[in-house]
Each structure stands twice: as C-alpha cells, then as structure tokens.
C-alpha cells in the first residue's frame, strides 16, 4: 500500500460522513491486526531487496554478453545505454557549441576517431585507418589538408602504419570526419574497444622474398569490420596483422592474431589432423595463426597449432574475433584483451569455441612441419630496394619518429604520383615507402627526398629509432619520448660506430604504444626524482625470426644520464661480442646482475 493507515485515517476525517467513517476504521483496524505480507523485488540493478521503495518488477537480472548490468565497467554501460556507433548527433552538437566532452563523451568519440587530449591539450587527435597502410597520392595530400586546415599542420606514422593529426578544435570535428570521408578513407573504430588499423607486410605484393601478398585480406578484414556493427562492441581494443614473408617485418607478433604465411617442409605426409583424423596436405602457401601478443603486457603471440588456408582466413579471424567479444571480460578493463580469456580458459577450450562457430573443420599441423618463412631485413624499410617487378623499386624514407610536415606529405605525394605508380606505404616502424619506381627515376626521387628535408639512407642508431607520442600530447605518458628519441640518437650517432642495424624504442608509460619490449633497447618513461623525467631500460627484445621480449636492466635512470649510459652499453657490446654477435644476442646471453655489471664498470 502506498499511503499508512494514519494518512487514510486523516483524509476520512475530512472527506467522509460518520458511517463511512466508522466502516473505514474498522477496515484498517482488521488490516492492521492481520499486517502485511513482507515484500521482495529486484533493484534496477538485478539485486533482490525487501525494500519496496527500491524494487522494481520481481524480473531476473539484466546481462550483457552474460555478465550482470551491475558487474559492468562504467564503459560498458556507457555502451548498453547507446551503441558506439550512434555518437553522431553527439560530435554535432560539440562542433557546433564548439565545447570539449566530458568522460563518457570523451570515450565515445573514440569510436570515431577524435581523442580528446586533455590536459596535455585543449583539443582532440584524429587518427585514420589506412588498411594494409597503403595511401595514394591524392589521399596523402588530402590528409596534408586538413592538418593545415584543421590542425597544427602536421601527421605522425604510428605502430600500426596508419596516420594521426593532431590540434583539432572542437569546431572542427565533422568538417574533419567529413573531409577524411571525402578521401575515402575513414576513422571509425580507430580508438578503444574495436577492431584497430588491419596490418600487413609493408612490401607485400612488390617484394621478391615475399611467400603471399596479404593486403587483399586486410582490406577484406576492414571492409567485413566496417559492415558489421557487433564488432564495435569488444570488451577492449584488438589487433589483428598479415605477415606475408617479406623483407619489412610486420611486428604480427605483436597482434592479438597474427596471419603468418609459410609453406610446408613435406607435402602430403598425412601429418596434420583434421576431425580427429590424419589428413594430407597439397603444397603451397597457407597461414599459421598467432594468439594474444600484448607487447605492455610482456607477451608475444604464440602459435596455436591451427594452418589455415588462405580462402580460409577471414572466416577464421572473423570466429576468434567473435568468441572474444562474447566472452571476454567486461568486468576489468585491465584483464579485458584476448590473453586474460585464453589464460583463463586455456588453448583448447579458446579454439573449441572458435571451432563451433565456423562452417569447416580447423586444420592442426605441428609447427615443425612448416618451413621456416624467409628472414626480414633488418632497417629494410630504409633505403632502395628492388621490386619483384622488373626494373621498379620501392624507396624507403626516413621520418624522423614518424613526424611530417604537411608540406613534406605534399612533397612526397607528388614524388609518388610522378615518378612512382601514385601509391604509397606507411609502416610499423613510423616511416613510409614509395613504390613502382622506374630504374631510371631513382635518382631523382632520392634528390628530391632530401629537398623535402628527409632521406633515403640513415645509420644504424638513427634507422630504428621509434618513439610514442610523449607527454606533448598524450597524458598518460611520463616523458617526451620524440623529442628525447631524437636528442638520444644523435648523441649516439657522433660517438658510436655500429656495423649492425640496431632498434631502440623510446615508450612514454606502460601501456607501449611503442612496443619498448621488442626494441634492442627499450625505454619506459617514469617520473623520477622530483617530478622529473626518466626511464626503467630493456635489452634484448626482437620480432619476426628474432622475436623475444626484452628484460629490463635499469630501473627509474633520469633521461639526462640515458645518453652517456648507452654509449657505454654499445661501446662495451663493441668490446666484447662474439664475432658478428648482434646487440640482441650478446644481451641475452648474459643475465641481468651481469649486464648491470658490465655496463656500469
């Protein structure tokens, strides 16, 4: 009952005659006498409770992908209450109020591509997604547009070959979507819990060592995330990569799936199993696939036992990416990537899952019986380069940790649409390649390369330097990773000699945007001291061939030491390799009380 037996008594008194009177308070005196059966319900949240001012209909609780609504993260409510997708009218209304979001607006744009940056800056990032990171001319100079027109008249190559703009006002924000549209290109789903920028090799279909041209099945991949709206919804960000066998590493080791194409040692041997029986083989290319690499977390993928044929591919990724998103944990954003789900269920509960969903039969081949993929080239995205088509090259440019000038992208794009076939790959080591240049217009695009103020050739310091955007603009990061990267090689550069390519990821926190755990030296900021800026070091990580995860020697060592502490680390690796030992392999065959030693003598 909603009113108490003295309210019902004291509106009588004023509403009703003598009799009725007498009748009423007999009726409430038997409700008193009897009382009320106890009540119990459900809160909005799915809890049961005696309480009927908070009850709700007696209903069971509310679940998301099988989680209760009230064990959400506040993301995922964010995502219950409204799809990612359906942030438009959102931008719209911020662009024309010209005003910055809140939280749960700030989330949301992501799935746009607009990251709102504060504190660091008062304004948002865009970041593309270039599949397979291939650009043409006319898209790369478009992107130069709106870096003038709407930014701060730059972009920067990432990790995952792909392009970011940065200083965008709030005004800004659809005039940014819809000219990035007007490109063909697109942002959506380049930031938090989607599908990131599909990965391929950066050479594939021009590179003569390669064993498969992957970029058809990362536009597939990207064209399939675009179209289907249940991918926009993962309990947290995934990266998926195509490693075709090429001269440039695509770091899919680094990828929660990685696509590694090989070919068999022996065909037809009847050693892989299929539905529980052996089957043969015929020879040819086909994928092995890699789980759960999350390089912030110290994990590489693995492989999985699984060979795929390429037709197959998709399907595949399209499954796992599938099993995850229903069941990864939406709980724990620190636990929610594909490692936490597979830890917990293990391998072979992961792909009995996968296996469920697909129409096939999923192949197990011990991976041993593949032949090893061909090596990359070390700093082979640095330089020229023949082509598998005869008499073209590709030229690999040096952009200094990945920052162009929108008048350097215009530079380039016109290089590439007079002298090479109008294309252009960016790569996961935050440079670029112009393909399909004639023999005879090498020279000339390597002239014109350096009047745009980069290069065609580097050292071996100044090749592998990779940094993340740093504390400029990224407020998760502790240190100004592009600006020290770049103070850090060239004091290496005037005072080391090195007959070996060597890698050196600068990271501004523990998230590795920069992936510091596969670098020959890799560097995490920390604030150190008062508030200064330092760095823990690693030695020893690699990719590809020479994949390992590096381990850190130097803990909390204040940036303005680093320079001369790594010229001391590279002086002494110098000294005392084993011939031709790389600064990788010489690390790890030391362990870390020596490398300590060694190193500070």
């Not at 070919?263 to 040819?284: E, H, N």
Request: charged share 20%.
């Amino acid at each position: 009952m909603n009113a108490t037996v003295n309210e019902i008594k004291s509106s009588a008194d004023a509403a009703f005659t003598a009799e009725q009177k007498e009748f009423l308070a007999g009726f409430m005196a038997g409700v008193a006498g009897r009382g009320l059966p106890p009540y119990v319900g459900t809160t909005a949240d799915g809890q049961i409770t005696g309480d009927p001012k908070r009850g709700g209909p007696n209903l069971a609780a509310e679940l998301v992908m099988g989680t209760p609504l009230a064990d959400l993260t506040k993301q995922e409510r964010w995502k219950h209450e409204e799809h990612p997708l359906d942030g438009w009218d959102r931008i719209m209304a911020h662009a024309e109020q010209g005003k910055l979001p809140d939280e749960e607006d700030t989330f949301r744009f992501r799935n746009f591509g607009l990251f709102h940056v504060s504190p660091v800056q008062r304004s948002f990032m865009l970041r593309c997604r270039i599949p397979a990171g291939e650009l043409t001319s006319a898209q790369l100079s478009g992107l130069a547009g709106i870096a003038d027109d709407f930014g701060n008249g730059k972009a920067a190559i990432t990790t995952r070959s792909n392009l970011q703009i940065r200083e965008i006002q709030p005004a800004n924000l659809v005039n940014v979507l819809t000219r990035l549209q007007s490109l063909g290109l697109t942002a959506k789903g380049s930031g938090v819990d989607n599908i990131r920028n599909i990965t391929a090799s950066p050479t594939a279909g021009i590179d003569p060592q390669e064993l498969l041209d992957t970029r058809p099945f990362a536009h597939a991949l990207h064209h399939y995330i675009l179209n289907h709206r249940e991918f926009y919804n993962l309990p947290r960000k995934f990266n998926v990569a195509f490693e075709g066998g090429g001269t440039v590493d695509t770091v899919a080791d680094t990828n929660d799936i990685g696509f590694m194409a090989v070919t068999l040692r022996d065909p037809d041997t009847g050693l892989a199993w299929q539905d529980g029986r052996a089957v043969a083989l015929p020879g040819g290319v086909y994928f092995r696939v890699e789980l759960a690499g999350i390089t912030g977390h110290r994990q590489l993928a693995s492989d999985s036992g699984i060979l795929v044929k390429p037709a197959e591919a998709l399907a595949v990724a399209a499954a796992i990416i599938r099993v995850f998103l229903e069941h990864g944990d939406r709980t724990d954003r620190k636990k929610a990537r594909l490692k936490y789900l597979i830890d917990k269920w293990g391998v072979e509960k992961f792909l009995s899952a996968v296996q469920q969903k697909l129409a096939f039969s999923l192949v197990r081949l011990p991976l041993e019986r593949c032949a090893r993929r061909p090596a990359a080239v070390k700093h082979g995205h640095i330089g020229v380069f023949r082509q598998a088509q005869k008499g073209r090259n590709y030229i690999g440019v040096v952009v200094p940790v990945g920052i162009l000038t929108a008048r350097q992208m215009r530079r380039i794009a016109d290089l590439a649409a007079n002298y090479g076939s109008g294309s252009l790959r960016l790569t996961p080591w935050q440079n670029l390649l112009i393909p399909d240049v004639p023999d005879a217009f090498v020279e000339v695009t390597k002239r014109q390369i350096v009047r745009a103020g980069l290069h065609h050739e580097s050292t071996h310091i100044m090749g592998g330097l990779v940094a993340c955007t740093g504390n400029t603009g990224c407020k998760w990061a502790a240190t100004d990773t592009k600006g020290q990267a770049l103070a850090l090689g060239r004091h290496l550069d005037q005072r080391v000699r090195l007959d070996q390519p060597l890698n050196i990821h600068l990271t501004g926190c523990p998230h590795s945007c920069a992936q510091h755990y596969v670098g020959d030296i890799g560097l995490q900021g920390v604030k150190v001291g008062h508030g200064g800026e330092g760095y823990h070091i690693v030695f020893g990580g690699g990719t590809g061939a020479d994949a390992a995860i590096g381990r850190q020697v130097f803990t909390g060592i204040a940036f303005g030491e680093i320079p001369a502490l790594l010229e001391r680390v590279l002086k002494t690796y110098l000294e005392r390799r084993q011939a031709g030992e790389s600064f990788a392999a010489f690390t790890r065959r030391h362990d870390v009380r020596q490398l300590q030693e060694m190193f500070s003598e």
